[in-house]
């Protein structure tokens, strides 16, 4: 016989399945022997394929019991739910075997699922286990009501009888492929048929009477039960069938001693009636099938009736005996599933609950859900808020409720990396699924129709996010709580976590009720298989059992913990409140008191501390069995008895007396600054308030939780304890901010204490503590790898104990480290030692390569277990037997000494690094070989799993980004300030600028073409001289961001780089052509720094001035070029005036330029008021702050432009002004009458050209070393405006600059004869107040001086002057708002150039830098003073200032001026008294108004506060 394609379509094959048969010629001959049999066997008992057995639970499903079952019927029902759960059709796909329904059961919760198969067809077994018939009665069900009745009849009838006849119990089942009408289906699959009629199938039966004999009818409706319609259940189709169900139950009593002869109905087609058979026949079950009995054989069936009836009755005895079952062990079974075995629970699992209406009764046996660590819970009780279990939990947990769409919602928030998802972690979210019945607003409960087109989509994005974002995998065990009733939404809730988390291995099922979990069980089996359902579920233990089972393996106790309170008494915190504070991790004074000690064993025990002497940050745990004395002692290095004795000198009030103290540890990283800090927290839980504040959380958060903490169960708020908030790892700008924020909150208080309200111990890592130390020595603590002699002997002494324990030293890196002081030469030799005989291509060595090169490069970087797990392509909710999944087996010897692991302190979620950041850059070293570490870069970028894994994803973006392009700054704590990244600065320096361009290329590429690193590649070109190259990654980075000002600013400085290249490179032999080009990248430049400032203007969040600095130095630049070329020879004085009259004229244009310049006139003409605009603003910029960082050094030191730029900007400004009035002046122009010259505009280029020309330059001859020098070039600078100002009208800026002129002369030479009077400066200010135009800050500003009540001019009160003052006042703080818009409160601090003295008319104004002189010290010493107020105890300055009256009003501070009140900024508000006092203070002069300095209150020296700068 020739194999092809007709004729296994002509046995009803598929075109799938010829074609895998037509490849696989090993199993031709097997495969058409089994089709044969199928085509020509009339037996209805082919050849079935064996299931595939596997264990399970040693229950069957519960609810398929009934009360009136029979039991042995029950037994072969466990039986056939033991069998295997897949079926294989030769190579078609594996379809699920499923159980049939119970024999007799009219359990309606019972389904079938569609597509699954039955077991085959069975024969007679002991009479009381059913034999079963399917039919797929497909083709019947679609007809009339005569043929469907006669069709269901015979064939219920025909099987009825023969079981009678054998005395078997057997059921029929309608919607069960059979193997005759197999068309592609396998025996035994269920597909359903619809039934429009449930009445034609009961009413078929009424065909009993007609097809038995009379006297047997009876008999037979007894034993043929009425159908049962089995709803099949489908994930993908919607349209309900059924399987319809006859069971036949022979009992003894009924047929005992009769056989049972029937005729058969047929439905004939031409007369469309119902006849029956002309001959009766007896029918019996032979195998699997029902036939007539033949007439041979007739009397010797007869003649067995006997022998049958004895059987059944047999039958009928045995079953009726009680079969108790074994019961199981379902207490270790919940402890396997909840926390895989172990003797206690902990926290490294969470748990989400999902859950319905749980009734009163069961309220008090949920205990154990109080002390679970829940991450949210799907309610489907819409009264659960009222009478339910919210209404409970909430009683003992803050929570937050959401509805279903506002969780999904909330879960994808686009919130920033650090803060996304937090929200779900701080306290467990409440999911009302289905409406809630007391809410007032729209959401009310629906039906399940309504909930499943309205709803379900909600619950499926919540999930789907849940599950692929915001919790790794097994790290979370979904509970399902069955407490009543289940309805078809919570089914579906379990399916969609059965489908993203790939199976049912971290879900587990707890039920009471064996029927609500039955009827839960069988809807769910569309997902999962009934057998694999049992195994995940307990079912059938109590609840209360259930409750104290769980209780009794949590690791702590419940006993309340506990605050110190003033009266130095204890209160209790419960752990409601404690959760409302979430933003701080409270250390209470038992802290770990709760742990049940008798549960850790020794290995537990030494695992703690080898962590933590591993690297891992210091737990609570650690210090509290120290304390114990179950683990050694924590070593406490002197910097933790200078951090205590400094916290004690903050206590007792020395010093400042601050609301809100600092108190900083810088340290080396891995030198034990955390572990100090923490040290400090723990010695003081018992006598302060203490707790770690979670950055994640916004300063105002922070700062009410904060007070709350503070004034928590204390009867008198105003002796509340102080407050000790660590901080680790902050940034600078939100430090302050919550500084601020906590001083005002306690401003609003109105109390004064002796004591701080809060000290924030501020810890962070720096790579020069040192030098941090010594610039703030009062209040700091600096944490290095050296150790004192003591500590070496401490750290020796340790370290043999440790090794006395058997702890090897390979398990303990960091410590030993630490005893070496992490010598160079040690790390080096000790990781080449480690890395001797590792595996350099193996998968997990690659992986500890990417994470030393982010360790290394980028402080605080780590690398999510998530993120590895992928890397070494260990699956998600991999099918195992054991939950606890153990990461390090999968890791080498070496790369686990090397690796620790982290756990995020907020959502637990764990993580990997290099024990030290040393460690790292030896292993980056010695890794290496040949391979550069670009290379390494490169290979990175390029692993998928990396980077498309979901979890953490947003966290590793972010170190991979600070790889590129993060930068260090000393003012970070770095040890360098650098141009690049240090990586990328690495490769450009050790290997060359090609190999930094193409990673930064493949970084830009992957990570979405971000325009920052298109950014960096335009810079890494212009400082390599790649202009053309440059100019492309400004225009790409541009083109995605052409808004930002920073970006605007890089392209303007590939074009000043460009020039200024150019221009270096410039021969005698450049055509004019070329200088044209010049000229041309020039003014590119210019016009992309004036649209970083227009840009800048409108950014909110931050304040950059870089535009107008490049403006300036590019066209100074081009103004030195354009004075060298020929057509602008000087004329014999050495003057410019070619080119100035070039500049600042409309009609003269030298002939040899007029036509090739043409394109450039009118720019080239522009560039003086341009650049004036430019240096008026940077001017008035300069004016608001103290901005000169390094005045001493910069003599000492020979700084570049640009480093002047950053730490002398004043003397940068000053410059910059003496070249751009350089060449716009000619005296020679000035005296030529035919000249249309300004002779005002040369006045000014002479005034700038001398120093002044703006307020910050002049304000900067008061910090020049020669007064007298200083003076004398003031006093010409007058000598350029005219004798008479009031007559001849100054513009506004002339003007200004004159009065301050002679303010700043009075202070270097009070008896110049250049000087004029107050008064006639009051005069000359009047346009200031007078007229309506926008005036600069500067002009009130001057107001405020010259208007100050003065005791000997203003003898007579003046209101219109008050008016004045008020006014100036106002309006500078308007400006001052406008110009600092949203950016962080520490750029915002107030420079204040004067103060008022003791003298009269301009005598009254002392500078800053007279009483800067009068400080001894360094620069460093002289800020320190500063900043803790010690200047006000020198005497020579107080004998020098003004000490001024005023008055506090609700912690507002005010002065009388010449009449009336007016507002004083304290420089901190923390510094103003409580309540309405009198005080007196000096008087500073800002830009942002008047200051107030060493505020104290009047006649009340005991309770003074001071405040400084």
């Known amino acids: 016989m020739e194999l092809d394609d007709s004729f296994l379509k002509g046995i009803g094959m598929k075109g799938g399945q010829i074609h895998m048969l037509m490849r696989k010629r090993n199993e031709l001959l097997q495969l058409q022997e089994k089709a044969q049999q199928g085509k020509n066997s009339s037996s209805k008992a082919p050849d079935r394929t064996k299931a595939r057995t596997e264990p399970v639970s040693s229950t069957d499903a519960a609810t398929q019991d009934t009360p009136s079952r029979d039991h042995r019927a029950a037994a072969s029902s466990k039986k056939q739910g ?27 919760c019972f389904k079938y699922v569609k597509d699954r198969v039955l077991a085959p067809e069975s024969g007679v077994n002991d009479l009381i286990a059913p ?63 619809k039934v429009k009629e449930r009445e034609c199938y009961v009413d078929a039966l009424d065909h009993i009477e007609k097809c038995f004999q009379e006297n047997k009818q009876e008999i037979a409706r007894k034993c043929i039960h009425p159908p049962v319609f089995v709803e099949v259940i489908s994930k993908d189709s919607q349209d309900q069938r059924f399987v319809v169900e006859v069971d036949i139950e022979p009992t003894s009593s009924l047929v005992k001693n009769s056989f049972f002869e029937v005729c058969l109905p047929k439905y004939n087609e031409e007369s469309q009636k119902v006849t029956l058979t002309k001959e009766k026949a007896i029918y019996q079950r032979l195998g699997a099938k029902s036939e007539p009995v033949k007439p041979n054989n007739l009397a010797t069936f007869i003649q067995g009736i006997q022998d049958r009836d004895a059987q059944r009755e047999r039958a009928e005895l045995s079953s009726t005996e009680v079969h108790t079952e074994a019961s199981q062990n379902l207490g270790r079974k919940l402890a396997i599933l909840l926390n895989d075995g172990k003797s206690y629970m902990d926290d490294s699992l969470r748990y989400i609950l999902v859950t319905n209406r749980c009734e009163k009764d069961n309220l008090t046996c949920i205990n154990f859900l109080m002390r679970l660590n829940i991450f949210c819970v799907f309610d489907f009780d819409e009264h659960s808020n009222v009478s339910g279990l919210y209404s409970k939990y909430k009683e003992h947990h803050a929570t937050r409720s959401y509805f279903l769409q506002d969780f999904s919602n909330e879960s994808k928030t686009g919130n920033p990396p650090s803060q996304k998802h937090l929200c779900l972690f701080d306290q467990p979210s409440w999911v009302f699924c289905n409406g809630r019945s007391d809410f007032l607003g729209d959401e009310k409960p629906c039906d399940e129709n309504t909930w ?40 579906d809730t379990f399916q969609e976590f059965y489908t993203e988390m790939n199976g049912t291995e971290y879900i587990v099922c707890i039920a009471e009720s064996k029927e609500i979990y039955g009827k839960w069980a069988n809807l769910a089996q569309a997902s999962c298989s009934i057998e694999t359902l049992e195994q995940c579920s307990i079912v059938g233990m109590k609840l209360s059992h259930v409750d104290a089972t769980i209780r009794a393996m949590l690791p702590s106790t419940a006993q309340p913990r506990h605050l110190p309170v003033s009266t130095r008494g204890l209160c209790t915190l419960p752990l409601l409140e404690e959760e409302k504070l979430f933003s701080l991790e409270i250390l209470c004074v038992d802290q770990c008191d709760d742990i049940k000690l008798d549960l850790l064993t020794e290995k537990e025990i030494q695992e703690i501390e080898q962590n933590f002497y591993k690297g891992r940050k210091i737990i ?29 000198d903050i206590l007792r009030g020395s010093g400042l007396n601050y609301s809100v103290a600092k108190l900083k540890v810088f340290h080396h990283p891995g030198s034990g600054g955390s572990t100090i800090a923490r040290q400090v927290l723990w010695k003081r839980r018992k006598d302060l308030r203490c707790a770690v504040i979670k950055t994640s959380y916004s300063p105002a958060t922070v700062c009410e939780h904060a007070l709350a903490f503070r004034d928590y169960d204390e009867k008198e708020i105003s002796h509340c304890l102080p407050v000790l908030l660590l901080i680790e790892d902050y940034d600078e700008d939100y430090l302050e901010e919550l500084r601020n924020e906590l001083m005002d909150a306690v401003a609003t208080r109105k109390i004064n204490s002796p004591r701080p309200y809060f000290i924030l111990m501020c810890c962070r890592r720096s790579n020069d503590p040192e030098r941090l130390c010594k610039a703030s020595p009062l209040d700091t603590v600096a944490v290095t790898h050296k150790l004192t002699d003591s500590e070496k002997s ?17 398990f303990i890196l960091t410590f030993v480290l630490m005893c070496e002081e992490f010598n160079e030469t040690y790390v080096r030799d000790f990781v080449g030692h480690i890395l001797l005989d590792i595996d350099r291509s193996s998968r997990d060595t690659c992986l500890m390569r990417y994470v030393a090169l982010l360790n290394f490069y980028v402080p605080n970087s780590y690398i999510s277990l998530s993120h590895c797990e992928a890397f070494l392509g260990l699956g998600a909710y991999a099918e195992r037997k054991l939950r606890a999944y153990d990461f390090k087996s999968h890791l080498s010897e070496q790369v686990r000494m090397i690796f620790i692991e982290l756990r995020e302190s907020t959502t637990y979620i764990s993580s990997v690094r290099i024990i030290h950041c040393l460690v790292a850059k030896e292993i980056l070293y010695q890794l290496s070989g040949n391979e550069p570490q670009s290379q390494l870069a490169m290979t990175l970028l390029q692993e998928k799993p990396l980077f498309e894994n979901r979890f953490g994803r947003e966290e590793f973006i972010k170190f991979i980004r600070d790889l590129f392009i993060r930068r260090d700054k000393r003012s970070r704590g770095d040890a360098t300030d650098t141009l690049f990244s240090p990586f990328i600065e690495h490769v450009c320096k050790a290997e060359d600028c090609e190999k930094a361009i193409a990673v930064l290329k493949a970084a830009y590429e992957l990570l979405g073409k971000d325009p920052f690193f298109a950014q960096q590649l335009a810079r890494l070109h212009y400082k390599n001289e790649k202009f053309e190259d440059a100019e492309h990654w400004a225009g790409v980075a541009k083109a995605r961001m052409p808004n930002d000002s920073y970006i605007l600013d890089t392209e303007g400085q590939v074009y000043r780089k460009w020039f200024s290249f150019t221009v270096d490179k410039m021969t005698q032999e450049d055509s004019p052509q070329s200088i044209t080009q010049k000229i041309e990248i020039a003014l590119k430049a210019m016009k992309c720094f004036r649209a970083a400032q227009q840009a800048a203007k409108a950014e909110y969040d931050s304040m950059n001035n870089a535009g107008y600095f490049g403006e300036v130095e590019v066209g100074c630049r081009l103004l030195r070029f354009l004075s060298t070329l020929d057509v602008f020879h000087r004329n014999p004085q050495g003057e410019y005036s070619e080119l100035v009259k070039y500049l600042i004229t409309d009609y003269y244009i030298p002939k040899d330029i007029e036509r090739t310049w043409t394109n450039l006139h009118s720019r080239l003409k522009g560039l003086r008021q341009n650049l004036y605009n430019a240096l ?32 002398n900007p004043r003397k940068w400004l000053k410059r910059q002004s003496e070249v751009y009035a350089k060449f716009f002046i000619s005296t020679s122009l000035m005296g030529d009458s035919n000249s249309a010259l300004d002779t005002q505009l040369m006045r000014r280029m002479n005034i700038y050209k001398s120093g002044g020309g703006n307020v910050t330059n ?43 002129c002679h303010i700043t002369l009075s202070c270097l030479a009070p008896g110049s004869a250049k000087l004029v009077s107050v008064q006639a400066l009051r005069e000359l200010s009047a346009r200031f107040f007078k007229a309506k135009g926008p005036f600069p800050a500067s002009a009130h500003f001057l107001l405020t001086l010259l208007y100050w009540p003065d005791e000997a001019l203003d003898k007579e009160p003046n209101p219109d002057k008050d008016k004045i003052l008020n006014s100036a006042l106002q309006t500078m703080k308007r400006l001052y708002d406008i110009k600092m818009k949203d950016v962080p409160t520490r750029k915002k601090r107030i420079y204040t150039p004067f ?96 200051v107030a300095f060493n505020i104290q209150v009047e006649n009340n020296a005991a309770i003074s506060r001071t405040q400084g700068i």
Request: glycine residues 4%; proline residues 3%; charged residues 35%.
């Open 1176 to 1207: 008026e603003w940077i001017s008035e910029d300069l004016s608001y702050f103290q901005t000169d960082k390094n005045q001493e050094k910069d003599e000492e030191d020979e700084r570049d432009e640009k480093e002047e730029q950053i730490y």
């Open 131 to 193: 034999c079963h018939e399917y039919k797929s009665f497909a083709t019947a069900a679609e007809l009339n009501k005569n043929q469907l009745k006669s069709k269901f009849a015979c064939e219920v009838i025909r099987f009825a009888s023969a079981c009678m006849n054998i005395r078997t119990n057997g059921t029929i089942h309608f919607g069960i492929m059979d193997s005759v009408e197999d068309k592609g289906y396998k025996h035994g699959q269920i597909v359903g048929i």
């Open 82 to 108: 033991r069998r295997s759960s897949q079926l294989k059709h030769g190579d078609d796909e594996a379809l699920e075997l499923s159980n049939c329904r119970p024999f007799k059961s009219q359990d309606t």
């Open 1395 to 1490: 103060f008022l003295g003791k003298g009269y008319g301009l005598a009254k104004i002392v500078h800053k830098n007279k009483i800067d002189k009068l400080i001894s010290g360094s620069l460093d010493e002289k800020r320190m003073k500063w900043l803790h107020g010690t200047v006000w105890n020198i005497a020579k300055i107080r004998d020098i200032l003004k000490r001024v009256s005023g008055w506090t009003k609700d912690r507002d501070l005010f002065i009388r001026g010449h009449m009336k009140e007016l507002p004083i900024l304290p420089l901190h508000r923390d510094s103003v008294p409580p309540g309405n006092e009198n005080v007196t203070f000096y008087l500073g002069f800002s830009f942002k108004g008047l």
């Open 1258 to 1300: 002049i304000l900067s001859f008061l910090t020049d070393k020669k007064e007298a020098r200083s003076a004398e070039k003031l006093e010409n600078i007058l000598s350029f405006y005219t004798e008479n100002p009031l007559r001849d009208r100054l513009e506004d800026n002339d003007l200004i600059n004159y009065i301050l």
């Open 452 to 491: 499943i087109r309205t709803k379900k989509k909600y619950l499926k994005k919540a999930i789907t996010r849940i599950c692929d974002e915001i919790l790794p995998k097994r790290s979370f065990i979904v509970l399902f709580l069955l407490l009543s009733p289940v309805q078809k939404p919570l089914v």
């Open 620 to 648: 609570w745990e650690n210090f509290w069995l120290a304390e114990k004395r179950r683990c050694g002692e924590i070593i406490e290095r002197e910097a933790c008895k200078d951090a205590s004795k400094l916290l004690d």
């Open 794 to 810: 401490l750290f020796r002494t340790k370290l043999e104990k440790l090794k006395q324990k058997d702890v090897k030293p390979e």
